[in-house]
């Protein structure tokens, strides 16, 4: 079975700092996507970044970026410059065969001025 | 442009009773995927739909069902309802599930259902 692990329930940071999130993550596939979801007190669901499994290269969007370890089944996400905006849940996701998201339990992150 | 619209935001009902949540993907978009999101867990797939028919579904019960109208709105129908129904359902269009892959799957703000 597929299965998405984030450690961290909660999480709390100062305005400007770097804060990383934990995931992990466990599949037999070779060929699949991750990704980092934000979710605001909006409740939408909003995508922040995108890993490709073939990719080494880790992704990058602005203040955001991934640390991608394939064969340790790794996919933490650094937030830099971190913005009272920032302050959301935060759920990594799996998703292969275009069907269906498999979500960890989320990361409450709370950004403090 | 409008995003996946649903309705209704918030909906209180008591057990044993059946509701209804409605999706609006959007427009273009053909495919539409519906989670559940019990308070502190990440979203659960429930079902997808993609030019009207079923594509997959998830580990529920038959008491939860789905269907997706010419337009692509979609409706999903829970019955006999349980206090553990109690949960945010969220919607999701893309323009087919292949865009789901690509990050370009798009979510509603959800029907608050409370179960009493």
């Known amino acids: 079975a597929q299965t998405v692990t984030q450690s961290q329930p909660e999480m709390s940071v100062q305005e400007a700092e770097t804060v990383t999130l934990s995931c992990t993550y466990d599949t037999s596939e070779n060929n699949y996507y991750l990704f980092w979801y934000k979710q605001p007190p909006s409740r939408q669901m909003i995508l922040v970044i995108r890993q490709e499994a073939y990719k080494q290269q880790n992704a990058t969007e602005n203040r955001f970026s991934v640390n991608f370890q394939k064969a340790a089944k790794s996919f933490s996400l650094k937030i830099s410059d971190s913005q009272l905006g920032d302050t959301a849940m935060y759920f990594c996701?799996?998703?292969?065969?275009?069907?269906?998201?498999?979500f960890g339990q989320g990361t409450r992150l709370t950004i403090n001025p | 442009d409008a995003g996946v619209t649903q309705s209704p935001t918030h909906l209180i009902k008591t057990r044993g009773q059946q509701v209804t949540l409605r999706c609006s993907p959007i427009?273009?978009?053909?495919?539409v995927s519906w989670y559940q999101q019990v308070l502190g867990q990440g979203p659960q797939f429930i079902f997808q739909y993609y030019e009207k028919e079923e594509r997959g579904r998830g580990n529920f019960p038959d008491r939860f069902s789905a269907r997706q109208f010419p337009n692509y709105s979609s409706e999903l129908n829970v019955n006999a309802l349980l206090l553990g129904d109690s949960a945010l359902y969220l919607c999701a269009s893309s323009f087919s599930p292949a865009f789901a892959n690509t990050g370009e799957l798009f979510f509603g703000e959800g029907s608050r259902l409370t179960v009493l």
């Open positions: 427009s273009g978009h053909k495919s």
């Open positions: 996701a799996f998703i292969q065969g275009a069907q269906k998201l498999v």
